[in-house]
């Protein structure tokens, strides 16, 4: 056996210097959350990549979550079950998207109570205020003193040229307040199902019930 080898060695092939790709490759649907499931467990991606089909490549020790060509997250395999695999830089964008999707959210609420409230906004960004904080103090403001009162307030403020910011319009709604003689407002936590009566809705097109009802005359007709 040893001399068959020895004889046959001269000919045998060198091995490629690239090792042969044994990758376990599968794809993989992705969730509104930012985590794809294998292997019984759950690796973290950006946020950016959600509500999509991607690929996961794993061998022995490694993770590669790709989306077409381009590598997206390389995670370190894990053996154990029901576990979460997570990068910090995929939970910090993560928490910043969601606070600027806040931030935005209770601007649009702010601005369609009170209009004012955007060029009072545009101001203070002109001023690198804290837009984040402004709008907090404000919508404390609009649920203690009301959208009219809040308006008039921002209004005053603005033609006066104070600073844009939240103290002057708290200042002048208590100028306000104290002039009419009414006592000092008291926050009221609203359930959400009264606060959401007043979000804006959008409409549907009418028409569509007329076409609903011409069915509905056609088949009693039929």
């Not at 029901?82 to 910090?92: P, R, T």
């Not at 003193?145 to 005053?156: D, F, K, P, T």
């Amino acid at each position: 056996m040893r001399e068959a080898f020895e004889r046959e060695k001269p000919s045998l092939l060198a091995l490629p210097d690239n090792p042969y790709p044994c990758e376990l490759q599968l794809p993989v649907t992705v969730g509104k959350t930012p985590y794809v499931r294998f292997d019984l467990n759950d690796y973290s991606i950006p946020h950016t990549h959600v509500r999509r089909t991607l690929t996961v490549r794993a061998d022995q020790h490694q993770v590669r979550i790709l989306d077409g060509a381009d590598v997206v997250a390389e995670h370190a395999r894990s053996y154990d079950s029901g576990v979460q695999i997570e990068i910090a830089a995929h939970i910090d964008a993560l928490v910043e998207r969601k606070r600027e999707a806040r931030h935005h959210r209770g601007l649009d609420h702010l601005a369609h109570a009170a209009p004012a409230a955007r060029t009072l906004m545009l101001c203070a960004a002109e001023r690198g205020s804290n837009l984040g904080n402004i709008t907090a103090q404000l919508l404390r403001l609009l649920d203690r003193y009301g959208a009219v009162e809040l308006q008039a307030a921002i209004e005053e403020t603005l033609a006066s040229g104070a600073a844009p910011h939240q103290n002057p319009v708290r200042l002048t709604l208590e100028r306000r307040r104290a002039a009419r003689g009414a006592p000092p407002p008291i926050a009221i936590k609203l359930p959400d199902h009264v606060r959401d009566k007043d979000k804006r809705v959008t409409p549907h097109r009418l028409d569509i019930y007329d076409q609903l009802t011409a069915e509905a005359d056609d088949d009693k007709q039929d």
